[in-house]
């Protein structure tokens, strides 16, 4: 189990050092920050809280099944990599949760055709399986970041529909938000 926690912990590293990298180069912007910044401290205060709460902690202790722990894995490897193609697939039209680009352009292929927000889908799912792989109390994250992710999912699709008026209600027809087939 160890040697997972480890492929984990590495590959988050590995990930958010080439999300960084990846942000450079991004069409410039502008990022609504004074938007939802309510709910991202209240998220902030929430994670702090629940790790300071030692019933909590030792509820949610590490995962010893190590089928649970490589289905884990394999969610976090799937999220991962989607949320890199997606990332990929975006190109310089990427930029932080809500920012609003100059010149955007719609993209519709790739991920981006059955999932309107493939990278948020691929980071939550990451996280689950990091959750399942190493500890459930990564489930705290999941769920506060998920909420977070639809809150953002939704203000972008208001944004979008404004800038592609006809395009984006018939893409939000043919797509789901976060899951194929489901949501």
């Known amino acids: 189990?160890?040697?997972?926690?480890?492929?984990?912990?590495?590959?988050?590293?590995?990930?958010?050092?080439?999300?960084?990298?990846?942000?450079?180069?991004?069409?410039?912007?502008?990022?609504?920050?004074?938007r939802?910044?309510?709910?991202?401290?209240?998220?902030?205060?929430?994670?702090i809280v629940l790790f300071r709460i030692k019933g909590v902690r030792t509820a949610l202790a590490p995962i010893r099944d190590p089928a649970l722990a490589g289905i884990g894995l394999a969610l976090f490897v799937l999220g991962l990599a989607l949320?890199?193609?997606?990332?990929?697939?975006?190109?310089?039209?990427?930029?932080?949760?809500?920012?609003?680009?100059?010149?955007p352009e719609l993209v519709t292929d790739g991920p981006y055709r059955r999932i309107r927000?493939?990278?948020?889908?691929?980071?939550?799912?990451?996280?689950?399986?990091?959750a399942?792989?190493?500890s459930l109390y990564w489930l705290v994250a999941v769920a506060l970041l998920g909420g977070y992710f639809i809150y953002s999912a939704v203000m972008e699709e208001r944004y979008m529909t404004t800038?592609?008026?006809?395009?984006?209600?018939?893409?939000q027809r043919s797509t789901r938000m976060l899951i194929p087939f489901v949501l």
Do not use: C
């Open 1 to 34: 189990m160890r040697v997972i926690t480890v492929v984990i912990t590495v590959g988050w590293v590995v990930f958010w050092l080439y999300w960084l990298s990846a942000a450079v180069g991004v069409k410039a912007g502008r990022t609504r920050w004074g």
């Open 36 to 47: 939802g910044v309510g709910v991202r401290v209240a998220i902030a205060v929430v994670v």
């Open 83 to 103: 949320a890199v193609w997606a990332r990929l697939h975006i190109g310089r039209n990427w930029g932080t949760p809500m920012s609003q680009k100059v010149d």
């Open 117 to 130: 927000h493939p990278i948020y889908s691929g980071i939550i799912l990451a996280i689950t399986g990091t």
């Open 132 to 134: 399942l792989a190493v």
């Open 163 to 171: 800038l592609f008026p006809e395009q984006y209600p018939a893409y």
